[in-house]
């Protein structure tokens, strides 16, 4: 435990930009500890990487490590990351979102760096609720839960991100849990390493918005159903149906091969100039 806190303080801001902003429990350490052990592990120097966000809980992240940052607007850091990893296509380009960020305010942009297949990695952290702004409901909220802008419960269905991803053509897409760190930490070096756009989509509790207006408990009740609740893909594969219901599943959920935008882009810029690369 101790050398792995040494390895996420190399990291860090920790003379100019703490204490953080996250309530006690939240889920979002556990992210940012998982990242950076996930990009020391990958031996990335910090001028390899930068890393983009949005506005929202999670999206402060960008705040508190030492590498290329960009805390950029609602619901636009897929814009902001597209265009500089199509001006320097060398830098590994890491985009954090919540759920609201990314899938409501954010939703056009993401459905598109997905069927694109920008080389991007995309971090969400789904909590299920705005959890900055008030409780509000998000695209995650689910049916029958409820928020602060549905004290008599939510009529809406929520959106499953990891199948939108899969289904708008990304790469890559994985689901994990706070709870389970070290596979998180796995999914996140995958998708790092994975040319095109991959995304993780990360399981996360907010206790003092989402858990108490439903009386789900403490953070340590909300890690408890993480555990309870996620199965491995691996395992659902001969599981019944019945088994299944209510739950859902954490691992790596798509990998395929697919051309990747920027390279696609260079091709035809080659060819505008009239010197295409099949013809050297």
Same mark, same amino acid.
């Given at each position: 435990?101790?050398?792995?806190?040494?390895?996420? +303080? &190399?990291?860090? +801001?920790?003379? #100019?930009?703490f204490p953080h902003v996250w309530c006690p429990g939240c889920g979002n350490g556990i992210v940012l500890g998982a990242l950076i052990r996930a990009i020391h592990h990958l031996d990335y120097a910090k001028d390899d990487i930068v890393l983009v966000s949005g506005i929202g809980c999670s999206s402060r992240m960008p705040a508190y490590?030492?590498?290329?940052?960009?805390?950029?607007?609602?619901?636009?850091?897929?814009?902001?990351?597209?265009g500089i990893k199509l001006a320097r296509p060398l830098l590994k380009v890491i985009v954090v979102m919540g759920d609201g960020d990314a899938i409501a305010i954010g939703g056009n942009h993401f459905i598109h760096a997905a069927r694109r297949n920008i080389d991007l990695?995309?971090?969400?952290?789904?909590?299920? !609720?705005?959890?900055?702004?008030?409780? $509000?409901?998000?695209?995650?909220?689910p049916y029958g839960m409820r928020s602060t802008t549905a004290p008599y419960t939510h009529i809406e269905h929520a959106f499953n991100i990891s199948e939108l991803a899969a289904t708008a053509g990304a790469a890559f897409v994985s689901r994990g849990?706070?709870?389970?760190? &070290?596979? =998180? &930490?796995? =999914? !996140? @070096? #995958?998708? !790092?390493e994975k040319?095109?756009?991959s995304v993780v989509e990360v399981i996360s509790q907010c206790h003092i918005q989402y858990g108490k207006l439903n009386q789900l408990g403490s953070h340590i009740d909300m890690l408890?159903? $993480? #555990?309870?609740?996620?199965?491995?893909?691996?395992?659902?594969?001969?599981?019944?149906?019945? $088994? %299944?219901?209510?739950?859902?599943?954490?691992?790596? =959920?798509?990998?395929? @091969? =697919?051309? %990747?935008?920027?390279? @696609?882009? @260079? #091709?035809? +810029?080659?060819?505008? +100039?009239?010197?295409?690369p099949e013809s050297q």
């Open positions: 435990m101790h050398h792995e806190t040494h390895i996420v +303080r &190399q990291y860090l +801001r920790h003379d #100019k930009k490590v030492d590498f290329n940052t960009l805390h950029t607007v609602h619901g636009r850091a897929l814009t902001f990351a597209t990695t995309a971090i969400i952290v789904n909590n299920s !609720i705005y959890g900055m702004t008030g409780g $509000q409901s998000s695209p995650t909220t849990t706070v709870y389970h760190a &070290q596979l =998180l &930490q796995g =999914l !996140i @070096e #995958k998708a !790092i040319k095109g756009f408890k159903w $993480q #555990k309870t609740h996620a199965i491995p893909i691996e395992k659902a594969a001969d599981m019944p149906g019945d $088994q %299944i219901e209510g739950k859902f599943t954490i691992g790596v =959920l798509v990998d395929r @091969e =697919l051309p %990747i935008y920027s390279r @696609e882009y @260079e #091709k035809t +810029r080659e060819k505008a +100039r009239g010197c295409s």
